[in-house]
T-cell receptor, first 115, second 111 residues
Framework: GAVVSQHPSWVICKSGTSVKIECRSL??????MFWYRQFPKQSLMLMAT?????????EQGVEKDKFLINHASLTLSTLTVTSAHPEDSSFYIC???????????FGDGTRLSIL | QKEVEQNSGPLSVPEGAIASLNCTYS??????FFWYRQYSGKSPELIMS????GDKEDGRFTAQLNKASQYVSLLIRDSQPSDSATYLC???????????FGGGTRLMVKP
């Protein structure tokens, strides 16, 4: 199997709070992890690509100082939404892949609601 | 701009019918193609991978790839109401380390 665990699954917090989301590959080593955001009734939007031990590559329009990504090991990547505001409310999903040309396996997603 | 295009739907089929989902891609160097199913409010779930021209069957699902036409499809036989979801098509990039997703096709299977 290829299990990716993501938590928390749901976060509700006040504006200005920083929120950390964890993504773990449980039964395989992930060469690359990806972070997506999905607004209601819209398609997946890639935010950044993360390789273990190196800086994340952010997609155009995604603020790297706003969305901090740390990929400390081959099984763990974290996304921190710093000083979150209501417009950051969304469904954040991570995925991981064993190697190039292999499918991405998704975590269950984190629903973030900023009040 | 590398793109993966899908008809957003909804595609409505009666229970027991064959659902045919289609996808085109613009990047000729793409080698790997994937179909994901996403239920409302949930994350995508991998259904099929296909790497070579032709058909690949897995249970009620058949993926078809035609690289010359840059076309990939997913057939769902004996459609069930539980198949109602959004189906995402994805193609890899030149380096094989990133996927481009289509916007998804919403499938509705009516009892």
């Amino acid at each position: 199997g290829a299990v990716v665990s993501q938590h928390p699954s749901w976060v509700i917090c006040k504006s200005g709070t920083s929120v950390k989301i964890e993504c773990r590959s449980l039964d395989f080593q992930a060469t690359t992890m990806f972070w997506y955001r999905q607004f209601p009734k819209q398609s997946l939007m890639l935010m950044a690509t993360s390789n273990e031990g190196s800086k994340a590559t952010y997609e155009q329009g995604v603020e790297k100082d706003k969305f901090l990504i740390n990929h400390a090991s081959l099984t763990l990547s974290t996304l921190t939404v710093t000083s979150a505001h209501p417009e950051d409310s969304s469904f954040y999903i991570c995925s991981a892949t064993r190697q190039n040309n292999q499918p991405q396996h998704f975590g269950d997603g984190t629903r973030l609601s900023i009040l | 701009q590398k793109e993966v295009e899908q008809n957003s739907g909804p595609l409505s089929v009666p229970e027991g019918a064959i659902a045919s989902l289609n996808c085109t891609y613009s990047d000729r160097v793409s080698q790997s193609f994937f179909w994901y199913r996403q239920y409302s409010g949930k994350s995508p779930e991998l259904i099929m991978s296909i790497y070579s021209n032709g058909d690949k069957e897995d249970g009620r699902f058949t993926a078809q790839l035609n690289k010359a036409s840059q076309y990939v499809s997913l057939l769902i036989r004996d459609s069930q109401p539980s198949d109602s979801a959004t189906y995402l098509c994805a193609a890899d990039n030149n380096a094989g380390n990133m996927l481009t997703f289509g916007g998804g096709t919403r499938l509705m299977v009516k009892p």
